[in-house]
């Protein structure tokens, strides 16, 4: 499974981005997807989280503000953020978890800045 994720950029505290994460190769082994964070000096840390039956996981510092879906079967993931803030400016990284516990994929992630 190949990831690509794309929406990134620069935007103001207060503003809204969508990331999307293209999948290809064998989507069809997907068990769930996830997009996860990285900023500098801190850890990875998951934002959210969708399952196939198509219940969802938020980090509590993300929650009614970002919103986790995805397009036709797991082609593609989407990650809606509004309201952004100064500290939600990270790396954003798509994950996909196979169906085997140890398939598990990432994306080469895309930059959020969040200016205050």
């Known amino acids: 499974v190949q990831l690509q994720a794309s929406g990134g950029g620069l935007v103001q505290t207060g503003g809204s981005l969508k990331l999307s994460c293209a999948a290809s190769?064998?989507?069809?082994?997907?068990?769930?997807m996830a997009w996860y964070r990285q900023a500098p000096g801190r850890e990875r840390e998951l934002v959210a989280h969708?399952?196939?039956?198509?219940?969802?996981e938020y980090a509590d510092s993300v929650k009614g503000r970002f919103t986790i879906s995805r397009g036709n079967g797991w082609n593609a993931l989407y990650l809606q953020m509004n309201s952004l803030k100064p500290e939600d400016t990270a790396r954003y990284y798509c994950?996909?978890?196979?169906?085997?516990?140890?398939?598990?994929?990432w994306g080469q992630g895309t930059l959020v800045t969040v200016s205050s």
């Open positions: 994950h996909a978890q196979g169906i085997v516990d140890s398939w598990k994929y």
């Open positions: 190769g064998s989507i069809f082994s997907i068990n769930a």
């Open positions: 969708l399952r196939s039956g198509g219940s969802t």
